[in-house]
């Protein structure tokens, strides 16, 4: 690679690192290029970037934005994932790991912080976003539901107490 051609992967890196909140790091020695091509296919498809970089580009791409945190992890042959998704490129990667024992998560940057192969993990579990926003319209209606099923069952039981004290009269 020439000079231009370094700068330009600088750049592109640079701008995806602009506009992503994850970055996930995995060792991908052994991996069959098929293999590869599925795990690129999954994350293209979950908005994921993923892709295999020079750790020194990738170093100098991630100067001075908040993926920083993870240069000192950026060692060895390394396939990188980049995600605007807070989730989406640990789960692509980590269920890719989960089907393909070759690929070793190394670690990953979310919000600024480091994380270990455990914090990336962590991370894949989280439910989807929609998942999370249909828990949470669940728990805002879950007291006003509760109330108007009390509401129903005591209007049920005065209409059924009049009812019942009518039937006696009417005899």
Same mark, same amino acid.
């Given at each position: 690679?020439?000079?231009?051609?370094?700068?330009?992967?600088?750049?592109?890196?640079?701008?995806?690192?602009?506009?992503?909140?994850? +970055?996930?790091?995995?060792?991908? !020695?052994?991996?069959?290029?098929?293999?590869?091509?599925? +795990?690129?296919?999954?994350?293209?498809?979950?908005?994921?970037?993923?892709?295999?970089?020079?750790?020194?580009?990738?170093? !100098?791409?991630?100067?001075?934005?908040?993926?920083?945190?993870?240069?000192?992890?950026? /060692?060895?042959?390394?396939?990188?994932?980049?995600?605007?998704?807070?989730?989406?490129?640990?789960?692509?990667?980590?269920?890719?790991?989960?089907?393909?024992?070759?690929?070793?998560?190394?670690?990953?940057?979310?919000? *600024?912080?480091?994380?270990?192969?455990?914090?990336?993990?962590?991370?894949?579990?989280?439910?989807?976003?929609?998942?999370?926003?249909?828990?949470?319209?669940?728990?805002?209606? /879950?007291?006003?539901? !509760?109330?108007? !099923?009390?509401?129903?069952?005591?209007?049920?039981?005065? *209409?059924?107490?009049? +009812? /019942?004290?009518?039937?006696?009269?009417?005899?």
């Amino acid at each position: 690679m020439n000079r231009s051609e370094k700068q330009a992967v600088i750049d592109e890196v640079s701008a995806l690192a602009a506009k992503a909140q994850t +970055l996930v790091m995995a060792e991908y !020695r052994g991996i069959k290029v098929a293999d590869l091509t599925q +795990l690129r296919v999954k994350a293209r498809g979950a908005g994921v970037f993923v892709g295999v970089l020079k750790n020194t580009l990738a170093r !100098r791409a991630v100067a001075g934005t908040g993926f920083e945190a993870g240069a000192d992890q950026m /060692s060895g042959p390394l396939i990188y994932g980049f995600s605007q998704d807070a989730v989406a490129a640990a789960k692509v990667m980590a269920d890719f790991a989960k089907t393909n024992d070759k690929l070793v998560i190394r670690g990953g940057v979310f919000a *600024g912080k480091a994380l270990d192969i455990n914090g990336v993990k962590q991370l894949a579990n989280i439910p989807p976003k929609e998942v999370l926003l249909a828990q949470l319209l669940g728990l805002m209606q /879950s007291p006003i539901s !509760r109330t108007a !099923r009390v509401l129903a069952a005591l209007a049920e039981q005065r *209409g059924a107490g009049s +009812l /019942s004290a009518a039937e006696p009269a009417a005899q």
